[in-house]
Structure formats: structure tokens, C-alpha cells
């Protein structure tokens, strides 16, 4: 007969599930410093702490909640896909870390201990617990509830509890989430007065009719009960009993219109806090009050860098409102429920939730599914204790509008049980699960990591048949009525994801398209530090966890202290809820939200010239309804003596409860007059003098033709430079990766032979082939340089050579070096941040200013970064002289102060060590982002295919 942690029981002496909530009778704490003990193995670990007396040794203290791991006992393990153990369901190894926790407390005076409930919010992975010796029972599923009956068991005075939980268990089949397997008590632990006639489980209905205006409002529960809306004029409204006709404000994740009131029984009273509200599927859409939903989502793990799973409130609060400042307005929780005070937080500040169920069976992958849980009826009480916890717990929260039955599970049986209980429980909320592609269990067709044309076609209804529906006309149809979720998209792995704005358009083009979630929100990564102090985040392997996903669990849009990313800056500008476009005199000003007008916005312009502001007013856009547009006239502008920019932004007209009066939601851009075209003089003689031609201001390396000085300045190049430093996304995955491509084709490894150097009457021209050792493939290049007073202009003109056929150039520019004091940059083009092809919405044109330092983008895993978009000129320089270049009419630059062969070398930015140099790359093209660390490539105009080019740069020193 197998153990308790190997059986296929969800566990033992189990309270029914419940809702979460609070109450005005006792609640004990029982969070704080605890003893614990690890034992390798279950069978080895001894029963010798249950007791009154002190505990052996071998015990130490360990905060609950908390992962034993991340407090020197054993190491945290990262897979993505892989079990860290033998597929062999639903036995485990031997080898089976064992944690004993042990708390003694006392019982507060005057506690009613009949009926107590000691409720857990999370263990992982399974436990068995004592209390005063008495064993309450078992339990499995790490991310839900488990309540015991612990009234007999306790004693007025001192009392003592006893928790064993196991790493690993059948549980944990059920558990492969791609993330951290991180064991222990990492959610609360408290100990519940449950006075007699109290409130044991309620369910809030509370509905509004987008016609006529008004709610209703029922709340079930098995005992008799009150309810009281003070605000809305009821008071003792017995339970069961409709209230209809109800004057409500509805609720939505824009206006998040909360209602107090409570529930009572002669014995308790528990605050209700109600949100009006009706989920539908009409018309093959997803609708709430009425009106379709357009999800700007995001997926979420738990993860905080110092504590795993086991987050505070403020974390979670940190969370949403970095969410909402940056236009996300949906939140699926990849993948289990979160911490229920998560959920109190979006009804409070207004989110869209997906409620994921505590199930992936991922692994089974690796054996073809065989034995895949979600197919084998013997599993089937595990996987509906899941969703039946997850329900029961999460099903008065109004932000709550979509169950999801689990995550990358293949398909089975049992995904239908799952889905005819939900329904019968809870018909107000439809099914999400996407792996079965039949969708005979889901509401909605869905899918990840899609193609942009993909999901175009899926927009017109014109997508192919999948076979699981081919044969069955009655399912097919079923499922191309459905509405379409991206449930993962635009997978936020290091540099990216790129084409954020192609997605948005064809979701905003096609109301089947029901926007998705991008793949994810935060970077899994544990703080860390070198011997010598330095900080940096591991991943996968960093602790001697094998086998492990490596950098798979970096893949968010913060980094893991929560620092927004280059990635989620361009979400914010892609999912911004209002749009502003030019057309000839005109102003128009579209609202995107769903529900909220724009009276709540201050709408404000501002003209620069050259990057330097020289007038500025407030726009006078009236009140538009959600999903309309208003026009107005262009503000009367000062003319621009240069290029002259026309920014207008969206801000908070007033305070909300997730940003300050001030804060940026929407902005746009507009050209509005071009710059003047430059004058070229005559040019000048180029001359040698022995070893070095001279030429204006410039002396170059009259062998190789390379700039060597300009004036005071000695730098080394500019030479053709095509490499860049692998991006998570140019590494791809499996097949998809471009990256293995451009190192199979040598393009890490450019040589470069100098053909000839001429110097002429009015110029100087070098001729120079660049290509990798064992290969044909070349890029033949040609250097003019011509001198104008102090300038020196470049013109650089590329053919490409030999069988290229379709393979992108990472990048194409030139790249010199100069002095290490050239620590200031200054330029005019897009900034703030870094801007890539088809990343570079959020980046706006201006004048800016930073250090070589605040240059890079301190990606957890180093890549590629940091590059600036559309400069029209920078300035590089230190205290004795400075560099201005020139674009015509553009360029890109970065600056670092190591190579790109140290950046591509380096594991983490502690390895990165700065040269006596800085390093500058001057380019006219990037290869794009894409997605295809987890999904589809750059799209075909992001691809940087070789071709015959030219483009043209101008040097100046300055003093």
C-alpha cells in the first residue's frame, strides 16, 4: 500500500472546501519563527517532535511561511518542461527531502475551541500534521487550502503543532509549472475560532443588467443569515432572498466600484465586499455588463528574489500597481491560484483574472503522455479537489471572470469532470484550457505563441481546421464560434519581446481577438552575491540543481527586484488605452477603454525644436465614451527653426488609487517640420605622409585605411560590424534559433582584409572585403571619406557576396573605439531607453543626456542592449574632448565599455569587466527581436536580409 505522500487521495481529514474570508471571531496568527529539521528521506525522518516536550536535536529555526531552500537547507530547483525525478507516477524517489516544522504556542484566553479550524494556505508539495500529538490529516496541492478540524485536539495554555512536509509526492505530477520547485510552509498558517451558528461558506451573486441599469443581489449560504449594503438600503436581507432593482455602480477593472456590507448570523459577522457584475459569452464574445472585453494581460508567477513564493501583501500590491501604471488591465494566474489576498487586490484596484487551477502535467511530454494524469481515471479525485478548492476559495471575487482548468496538460477524461462540475457550481463564469485542441471542455478558442498572420487569419475566421475537429462538424463548429485568447504570447525573455504592437493592431482589428497575456511578468531570479559583494540574480544551475531549465525562468517583464524592463515600457506604450492621431489640422483622439469616459484625463502638448521645448498649452478633448473618438483642431504652433516635434500626452486629471494626478497613461508623436538640409563644401586633398594619410582633421593607417585621429582625439576605426552579442530571443528554441544560424555561418568571427587605400584630389577611398574563415559568404565593402572644414564625412557602401541566401545579418553599421574618459553621451533621436525594429514604440523622439553606464540595460542573463534609435547626431565625450557624429539622416548607436565577444561570454553582469576603452557601434540597421525564445521569429520586415547598401555618417571633433 503506498504512503500518504504517494497515494491518489488529495489527502486526509479534510474540511470541505470554503471561500476565503474574514470574520469578526478569533483568528490566531500562527506566521513567525518556527523549529525545523531536514531529513534526506521520508522514511528516515523520526516521529520524535510531536510531543510536549523540547524536540531533539538537529532542529533550527526557519521563518513560515518560507522555502526551506532559501535558508541554507538543500537548493532550489528550476525545470521548465522536465520532472526532477523519474516519471514513474505516482511513486517518487527515495531520496525525498523531508522538512519537520514545529511551533509551540498558547492558546488565548476565552477561545472557543469547539469547532477551531487550523487552516493552511499553501504547502508545498504535501504535509501531514499533528496537533498536541493528534494527527489532523494529509494534504496535497501546494498552491490551494487545507483546513483540518482541530478542536478536539486543543488545549487551553500551551499547544503544540507539528507539520512534516515532503518535497516531492504524487502531488507533485500534477505540479510542473515551469518554475522553481520550492518546498515548505509558504503561505499563512492561522488557527480559526469557529463560534457555534457562524458562517461556514457563502456564495455572493451579484449581478448587473447592462439594460436596464440595475443589480441583483443573492448571497447563499447554509446557514441563516443577514445581509446588510448599508450604501444601497439593505439591511437584513435574508440569505438566499434576490435583491433586485438595485441603483449600483457597476464594476469593472477600469471603474472597480466596490460595495461594503456584511453578512451575520447570531454567532459572527463577516464584511462583504460586492462587486456588480455579469460575465457573458454573447454573440461569441466575451462580455462583461454587456460589453466585450479586449484583455491587455499579462501572465503572472509568484516570485520574489529573496523569499520565492512566500510574498508579502506590499509585494502583491507592488505588483498590481506596476501593472496598472503600465496599462495591463488582465492578469491570468500561470499557473495555480495566486495567495488569496492577490485577488482582494484586483477587486480593489480594478484587474481582469483568469484563475488558473493548480494542474500541469507538463512532464508527461517526455514520455510521448503516457500516464498522463489528465487521461487516467484513477487521478480524477486529485484533479477535482483542485478545482473544486480553487473555485470554492475564489468565487466571490468579483475580478474573478474566467476559470482556467489548467495549463499544458495534453487532454483527457478528467479535464471533462472538471469542467461539468465548474459549470454546474458556477455557470456565471466560462472555462478556459487550451491544450486540448478539440475545446470540447473550454470556452474559448486558444492558443500561444501564434504568428501575428496566424492570429490575423484566426480575426477573419479563416483558419484552418485542427485535426482534433476535423472529423466532427458539430465540434468544429462549436469551436470556430468560440471567442480567441492569446492565454501566451510575446514570450519577455531577456531583450523583447519584439512585435507587441503588430499583435495589438490585429487584436484591435478583429473583435474575435480578444487580446491574450504575454509570457510573463517577472524574471525567476534568486539574489545572489560574488565573493567580493557584487550583486546578480541566478537561474537554472546557478545552485548545483541538475537537471535544470537553465535561463528559461528569465523570461519576465521586470526583472526580479522588480525594475520594469525596456520590455515592459513597450507594452505600456502598445496597450495604452487612448490614441491620438494626426490628420492634416486636425486631432484625433480615440478611447480605447471598454467602459471608463476621459473626463478622468488631462490631456497636455508640447513643441520642441531640435529637442528643446519652445511652446506648451492643455488640449481641450471633451468627455469621449469608451470605444469613441472626438476630433479637434491642431493648437496654433510657433514655427520650428529645426525639426520640430509635436508631443501630446494623456495624464491623471486627478489622484487614483494606483498612480498620482500626473502620471503619463497615453502619449503620441508627430513630426512637424523637417530639418534643413546641410550644406557640403567642397572637399579636400587627401595626403600621405609615410605611414599615415592625412585628410582634413583626420590621419589614418595608410596599410589598412582605418581613422586612427581626429584632431585631439585618437580613437581606433570606424570598421564594418555585423556581430551583436545573442539576444534569448536570436538563441531561439530547439530548431528556431537564429543565432545558431549566424555562428554556423561564421558571423561571430568576421575578418577583415583591406583590398586597397587611395587617397584622391577630394577624397580617400578604402576598399575592404570582410567574411569568416571557411566560407565564401563575404561582404564586400567600400570607405569614403571626404573633409569639410572640421568634418569628416563617411560614406560606407555594402555588397553582399556569395550564397547568403535568406540568412539576416545580426546588425549592420561600423564600430571604433574611443578613450575611456569618453563617458558622457548626449544625442537627438529616440530615447529615453533602448529601441530595436520591432521593439521601439515606447522610445520618443528628444534631446538626451546620460553616461556610457546608463547606457546599457542590465539584462539578468547579458545580451544585447542598450541600443539607441534614430539618432540624428550624439555627442561622446570626457573632460578633454568630445566626439559629435552625425547621421544622414539617421543612425543607431550604443556604447559600452567591454566588447561584444565579452558580452556574449558573460553569464551574468558581474562578468562583464570594463575595458580601458569604450566601445561604439554606429548603425543603420538590427536585426529584429521576435519572440522565438518561446515563439515565432522577427516578423519578415524585422529581418535584416543582406542586401547592396550605403549609408553615410559625419565626424567631428569637438574641444
Not at 10 to 34: E, I, K, N, V
Not at 212 to 221: F, I, K, P, S
Not at 259 to 269: C, K, N, Q, S
Not at 774 to 789: D, F, N
Request: glycine share 10%.
Amino acid at each position: 500500500m503506498p504512503s500518504y505522500f504517494e497515494d491518489l487521495t488529495p489527502g486526509t481529514g479534510l474540511r470541505r472546501p470554503r471561500a476565503a474570508f474574514t470574520s469578526d471571531a478569533g483568528r490566531l496568527s500562527l506566521t513567525g519563527t518556527w523549529l525545523f529539521r531536514l531529513s534526506a528521506t521520508a522514511e528516515g525522518a523520526p516521529l520524535d517532535f510531536l510531543g510536549p516536550e523540547p524536540p531533539p536535536g538537529g532542529f533550527t529555526e526557519l521563518p513560515v511561511p518560507s522555502h526551506w531552500v532559501l535558508h541554507g537547507h538543500g537548493v532550489p530547483r528550476y525545470t521548465n518542461t522536465a520532472y526532477p525525478f523519474p516519471i514513474d507516477p505516482p511513486h517518487v524517489p527515495d531520496d525525498n527531502p523531508t522538512g519537520d516544522h514545529r511551533l509551540a504556542f498558547d492558546l488565548p484566553a476565552g477561545w472557543r475551541t469547539a469547532d477551531s479550524v487550523l487552516r493552511f494556505e499553501g504547502v508545498d508539495s504535501c504535509f501531514r500534521v499533528w496537533l498536541n500529538g493528534q494527527c489532523l490529516g494529509t494534504a496535497k496541492g501546494s498552491r490551494l487550502p487545507a483546513e483540518f478540524d482541530a478542536g478536539p485536539a486543543l488545549r487551553p495554555g500551551p499547544n503544540v503543532l507539528a507539520v512534516r512536509v515532503h518535497r516531492w509526492s504524487s502531488g507533485s505530477y500534477l505540479e510542473d509549472q515551469d518554475m522553481w520547485w520550492l518546498p515548505g510552509i509558504f503561505r499563512e498558517v492561522a488557527l480559526l475560532e469557529r463560534p457555534v451558528g457562524g458562517v461556514d461558506d457563502f456564495f455572493v451573486h451579484a449581478g448587473y443588467d447592462h439594460v436596464t441599469g440595475r443589480g441583483t443581489l443573492t448571497v447563499d449560504t447554509g446557514a441563516p443569515a443577514l445581509i446588510s449594503v448599508p450604501e444601497l438600503g439593505i439591511e437584513d436581507l435574508p440569505a438566499g432572498r434576490e435583491a433586485t432593482g438595485l441603483a449600483v455602480e457597476p464594476w469593472t477593472a477600469e471603474t472597480p466600484r466596490l460595495y461594503d456590507g456584511h453578512l451575520t448570523t447570531h454567532g459572527e459577522r463577516v464584511p462583504l465586499r460586492l462587486g456588480f457584475r455579469t460575465v457573458a459569452i454573447t454573440g461569441g464574445l466575451l462580455t462583461v455588463n454587456g460589453t466585450p472585453l479586449l484583455l491587455r494581460g499579462v501572465n503572472r508567477h509568484e516570485h520574489d528574489p529573496d523569499h520565492g513564493r512566500a510574498l508579502s501583501v506590499a509585494t502583491m500590491r507592488a505588483d498590481l500597481l506596476l501593472m496598472k501604471r503600465h496599462n495591463v488591465n488582465a492578469v491570468r494566474t500561470a499557473h495555480y491560484p495566486p495567495h488569496p489576498a492577490f485577488l482582494d487586490l484586483c477587486d480593489e484596484l480594478g484587474m481582469w483574472v483568469v484563475d488558473e487551477c493548480d494542474i500541469e502535467t507538463h512532464g508527461f511530454i517526455h514520455a510521448d503522455w503516457r500516464g498522463n494524469p489528465a487521461d487516467d481515471p484513477r487521478w480524477e479525485p486529485m484533479l477535482l479537489d483542485r478545482m473544486r478548492r480553487m473555485v470554492e476559495r475564489d468565487k466571490n471575487h468579483p475580478s474573478v471572470v474566467v476559470w482556467s482548468l489548467g495549463n499544458e496538460s495534453h487532454h483527457g477524461r478528467n479535464f471533462g469532470v472538471l469542467a461539468d462540475w465548474t459549470r454546474s457550481r458556477d455557470p456565471g463564469r466560462p472555462l478556459h484550457y487550451e491544450r486540448d485542441r478539440s475545446y470540447r471542455h473550454s470556452d474559448f478558442y486558444s492558443l500561444m505563441y501564434t504568428p501575428v498572420d496566424e492570429v490575423e487569419r484566426i480575426g477573419r475566421r479563416e483558419e484552418a481546421v485542427p485535426p482534433e475537429t476535423a472529423d466532427d462538424p458539430e465540434l468544429e463548429a462549436r469551436r470556430r464560434a468560440l471567442p480567441f485568447l492569446l492565454c501566451e504570447y510575446a514570450h519577455a525573455m531577456g531583450n523583447g519581446p519584439g512585435s507587441l504592437a503588430a499583435y495589438q493592431r490585429v487584436f484591435e482589428r478583429y473583435p474575435r481577438c480578444q487580446g491574450g497575456f504575454v509570457w510573463e511578468w517577472i524574471d525567476h531570479g534568486f539574489r545572489r552575491r560574488t565573493a567580493d559583494g557584487r550583486e546578480y540574480f541566478g537561474y537554472g544551475g546557478d545552485f548545483g540543481d541538475h537537471p535544470h531549465g537553465g535561463t528559461f525562468c528569465i523570461d519576465g517583464l521586470v526583472f526580479p527586484d522588480r525594475t520594469p524592463s525596456p520590455g515592459l515600457a513597450e507594452l505600456k506604450k502598445v496597450f495604452q488605452p487612448v490614441t491620438v492621431e494626426l490628420a492634416g489640422a486636425r486631432l484625433r483622439v480615440a478611447n480605447r477603454h471598454a467602459f471608463r469616459d476621459l473626463s478622468h484625463l488631462r490631456f497636455t502638448w508640447t513643441l520642441e525644436d531640435d529637442g528643446r521645448r519652445v511652446a506648451a498649452g492643455e488640449l481641450p478633448v471633451p468627455r469621449v465614451p469608451a470605444g469613441q473618438a472626438a476630433e479637434l483642431p491642431v493648437p496654433r504652433l510657433p514655427a520650428a527653426a529645426g525639426e520640430g516635434w509635436l508631443t501630446v500626452r494623456a495624464e491623471l486629471a486627478g489622484d487614483e488609487p494606483w498612480a498620482a494626478a500626473g502620471h503619463e497613461v497615453a502619449w503620441a508623436q508627430f513630426a512637424v517640420s523637417a530639418p534643413a538640409a546641410r550644406p557640403v563644401g567642397p572637399g579636400r586633398a587627401a595626403r600621405r605622409r609615410g605611414d599615415v594619410i592625412a585628410l582634413g582633421a583626420g590621419l589614418f593607417d595608410a596599410r589598412t585605411g582605418v581613422l586612427g585621429r581626429l584632431g585631439p582625439l585618437a580613437l581606433d576605426g570606424p570598421r564594418l560590424d555585423i556581430w551583436r552579442a545573442p539576444t534569448d530571443n536570436d538563441r531561439g528554441m530547439g530548431a528556431n534559433s537564429v543565432a545558431r544560424e549566424w555562428h554556423r555561418a561564421g558571423l561571430d568571427r568576421m575578418e577583415h582584409r583591406t583590398v586597397s587605400v587611395a587617397p584622391r584630389e577630394d577624397r580617400l577611398v578604402v576598399e575592404a572585403r570582410v567574411a569568416a574563415a571557411g566560407t565564401e559568404r563575404a561582404l564586400r565593402v567600400r570607405y569614403t571619406w571626404t573633409a569639410a572644414g572640421p568634418d569628416l564625412r563617411l560614406e560606407v557602401h555594402v555588397v553582399p557576396e556569395g550564397p547568403w541566401d535568406d540568412l539576416p545579418l545580426p546588425r549592420l553599421g561600423v564600430r571604433l573605439t574611443l578613450p575611456a574618459d569618453c563617458d558622457a553621451v548626449r544625442w537627438f533621436g529616440r530615447g529615453p531607453g533602448e529601441a530595436y525594429p520591432d521593439s521601439r514604440e515606447a522610445a520618443r523622439v528628444g534631446l538626451f543626456a546620460t553616461t556610457v553606464a546608463g547606457l546599457q540595460t542590465p539584462y539578468v542573463v547579458p545580451q544585447e542592449n542598450g541600443h539607441r534609435a534614430e539618432v540624428r547626431w550624439a555627442e561622446l565625450g570626457g573632460p578633454r574632448h568630445r566626439l559629435r557624429i552625425e547621421g544622414a539622416p539617421h543612425f543607431g548607436l550604443t556604447a559600452r565599455r567591454w566588447t561584444t565577444g565579452d558580452l556574449a561570454a558573460a553569464r551574468h553582469p558581474t562578468d562583464l569587466v570594463e575595458r580601458d576603452r569604450v566601445y561604439v557601434n554606429l548603425d543603420l540597421a538590427h536585426h529584429g527581436l521576435g519572440s522565438a525564445s518561446c515563439g515565432p521569429g522577427p516578423l519578415p520586415e524585422h529581418r535584416l536580409i543582406p542586401t547592396e547598401t550605403a549609408f553615410a555618417l559625419l565626424f567631428r571633433a569637438l574641444p
